[in-house]
């Protein structure tokens, strides 16, 4: 075999060393500020189909959140949006959208609670929002979603419209 086209093994290893932790650091950055922030936004996409049986209704709101709804919170939720839910997270510097502030009254009231449910039960991409928001509904059942819910409202302290 002629040694020009005779394939180099320790070359072949070498650009799949280099080549695998450079497509992990890619993967890893898909979400970070620096590399999306010029990019323009995708439209919105369509409302995802309403399901055929109706979420049960959420439990009174002046309970407060429970130890169990809390350490849910912290499981799930405190990555990115802090331990105190104030959007900064561990992982809120890596996400080009920042994570929700659930203690910024402002914007919380202008949401319903089922626009608050349906974004932690399908996510955010499913609901017009940052596509980073993973969806729970796969992960958490409905009364759980609707204890965070009610938890959030208490770290806001204010109301649905």
């Not at 809390?70 to 996400?95: D, E, P």
């Not at 920042?98 to 914007?107: F, G, I, L, N, V």
């Not at 608050?116 to 955010?124: E, K, R, S, T």
Request: charged fraction near 20%; hydrophobic fraction near 40%.
């Amino acid at each position: 075999m002629d040694p020009l086209t005779r394939p180099r093994p320790i070359l072949i290893r070498l650009a799949i060393a280099l080549l695998g932790p450079l497509l992990l650091a890619l993967l890893f950055l898909a979400c970070g500020r620096e590399e999306n922030a010029a990019r323009p936004e995708a439209p919105a996409p369509p409302p995802a189909p309403v399901a055929e049986a109706p979420a049960p209704p959420a439990p009174p709101k002046a309970e407060p959140a429970s130890a169990e709804t809390r350490a849910t919170y912290q499981w799930y939720c405190a990555q990115c949006h802090g331990v105190k839910g104030k959007g900064n997270g561990i992982n809120a510097k890596w996400l080009t959208v920042p994570p929700r502030d659930h203690t910024k009254a402002e914007y919380l009231e202008t949401r319903t609670d089922q626009q608050l449910f349906d974004a932690i039960q399908q996510g955010g991409l499913a609901v017009g929002r940052a596509p980073c928001m993973p969806r729970w509904g796969d992960t958490l059942d409905e009364k759980t979603i609707h204890a965070l819910v009610r938890y959030i409202r208490e770290l806001c302290e204010c109301e649905a419209i």
